[in-house]
Every structure is written in C-alpha cells, then in structure tokens.
C-alpha cells in the first residue's frame, strides 16, 4: 500500500517487538488481521523492502553504488516475500533460493566491506523470512517452508487473513513451531485521531477537537473506515478531491460522506 510518509501506530510497534522475538528466537511466528489494517506495510518496512526489494529484484544493477542498499539488507537480516497467486511447490522453493542467496550475498558484500567477511567463503544467512497472503499457498507449500526452517533455523513469520491459525493448526508439525502469535488490530481511540491529525495536516489543515465541525468528521470517518489503515487512505483521497474542486478548506461530515460515497468499500 501507498500513501503519504510512513506513520509509526503501536500496532506497528507490537508487529516490530513480536519480529524481533521470532528472529531471536529462531521460531515461527503467526501475524493475522483483517484486510487493509497495515500487516503488509509494517512487514515490508521492517525488512526495510523499500531500499531492498529493487536491488534484489533487479540483480543485474548491483554493484559499488548500492552500499546503502548492501547496509540496509545487512542491518535487518530480513526478507519479504509475497507468493504469486496459485504458487506452486516449484515456484516457491526456487523464488525463496533465489532470495536467500541474493540476500546472504547483499549481506557478505557489506560486511567484506568492514572486514568482516571474506568473499569466497561461505554467504552469511538472512534471519528471518516474512511471508505475505500465506493463504496463496497449499499443503506442499506450507511443508516446505517449514522444511526450510528446519534446516536452517531461519526465523519465519507467517502473515494472513484471521482463521489462517485455524487453517495451519490442521498441521501438527507446523503448528507446533508456532512460537509466536500477533494479532494485527485496526486504528482506534487516541491512536486513529493522532493518524486522523497526521491526514488533516498532508491537506494543509488543522485538526482542532475543540471544534464541532472537526468532531463531526473524525465521527463519520471513524464509523465509515472502522479505523482501517488502507480505507483511511482511500478515503482522504478522495476528501482531497472534493477540497480542491470546491475550493473548502474544511473537512466536514457532508464531506467525508461525498467522498465515502465515491469509494467501494468491502467487509473488512
């Protein structure tokens, strides 16, 4: 998802804490909530896939200009991975290969870098693994991630809709690796204004709680988006939309309704 600068919600701050201990501890761990809530961006920023992703996509531009990239892979020891819809067995175990060994690669050439790796010898190895939409794969998909955090005793994190723990609890060996659940929660309370007052202020507004109007739409807001993430964006879109063609410079409820109204929006 894409939007405006990143904002730091504890939701993200508890995702941080709860990777931190699967890496640690070298477990498996299970990260679910509903659509849209932030799973997929705090698992990419805390990979820092924003810097990583383009190199090790686009392998045949490596070289001495992607220090801050070789840094950044070598900070987190961390990959992202998202399999294609219908990802078969094949698909997976040669695109998390092909990964590990870009990543482990990134990871030598920084620390040959600092002198502390030599090239030429065995490739360091990423921590963790962070799986995306784990619903994509099948039993033989799910066995060999597993297998692979047997054999090497890389942390994993599994993240999916909610009733993915119901699913993989179906596998007992699996399942009993589980070290560590996280459930992703949408925006609420204190958390969702502060977000709301980030949005107001990307639009060149302030928000004011002591001002009837502004309460008025943090309610409509509140009630139309539940506190989901991606739909706040969505929705501010299109609140920016309708400022700009009518020339308002207030967010009211009549507004945040005009630009719901714009919107399809799902069960979230």
């Known amino acids: 998802m894409k939007g405006g600068p990143f904002i730091v919600t504890k939701e993200h701050r508890r995702f941080a804490e709860f990777a931190d201990a699967v890496k640690r501890d070298r477990y498996i761990g299970l990260c679910f909530g509903p659509a849209g809530v932030g799973k997929t961006v705090s698992g990419r920023r805390y990979a820092k896939w924003e810097m990583a992703e383009p190199l090790l996509s686009g392998w045949d531009k490596r070289g001495p200009a992607n220090a801050k990239a070789y840094a950044a892979i070598a900070a987190q020891r961390t990959m992202f991975y998202t399999p294609a819809v219908c990802c078969s067995f094949r698909e997976l175990r040669d ?15 920084h620390e040959n870098a600092n002198a502390n790796w030599q090239a030429g010898g065995a490739l360091p ?3 963790l693994l962070i799986v995306d939409e784990v619903e994509r794969l099948a039993t033989p998909g799910l066995e060999q991630l597993r297998d692979l955090h047997d054999r090497t ?3 994993l994190v599994l993240i999916g809709m909610p009733g993915i723990e119901r699913r993989l609890s179906r596998y007992p060996q ?12 949408a925006l609420q309370g204190d958390e969702l204004t502060f977000v709301l007052t980030r949005h107001w202020r990307q639009l060149g507004l302030a928000l004011d709680d002591a001002d009837f109007t502004d309460v008025q ?6 009630r139309i988006t539940s ?7 969505r929705l ?7 400022l700009k063609i009518n020339g308002l410079s ?16 799902g069960v979230t």
């Open 236 to 242: 501010f879109v299109q609140i920016g939309r309708i």
């Open 217 to 222: 739409a943090i309610a409509a807001i509140a």
């Open 227 to 233: 506190g989901n993430f991606r739909l706040l964006h």
């Open 153 to 155: 005793g890389i942390g």
């Open 250 to 265: 207030v967010i009211t409820d009549d507004v945040v309704e005009a630009a719901r109204s714009t919107l399809v929006i």
């Open 174 to 185: 699996l399942y009993s690796r589980i070290g560590f659940a996280h459930h992703y929660r």
């Open 95 to 109: 695109d998390v290969s092909v990964l590990l060994a870009r990543t482990g690669f990134c990871i030598g050439e």
């Open 125 to 127: 190895q990423p921590d």
